[in-house]
């Protein structure tokens, strides 16, 4: 499984929960890969308006 991270940097420990959190859901997924995907939010300006079906 790879995850992705959009939030701060995971540590080892984190990912090990994480990792023991999948086992219990998806019966043994195991992570492995973390992408970290950078991401910036101007908390200045509205968000981008959305599509709706």
């Given at each position: 499984?790879?995850?992705d991270?959009?939030s701060?940097?995971?540590s ?15 019966l ?6 973390v992408?970290?995907?950078h991401v910036?939010?101007?908390s200045d ?5 959305r599509n709706?079906?």
């Amino acid at each position: 499984m790879t995850l992705d991270n959009f939030s701060h940097p995971l540590s080892d420990d984190q990912i090990a929960q994480l990792q023991a959190l999948l086992v219990q859901v998806l019966l043994g997924a195991p992570v492995e890969r973390v992408v970290e995907v950078h991401v910036q939010v101007e908390s200045d300006q509205l968000p981008a308006p959305r599509n709706v079906a």
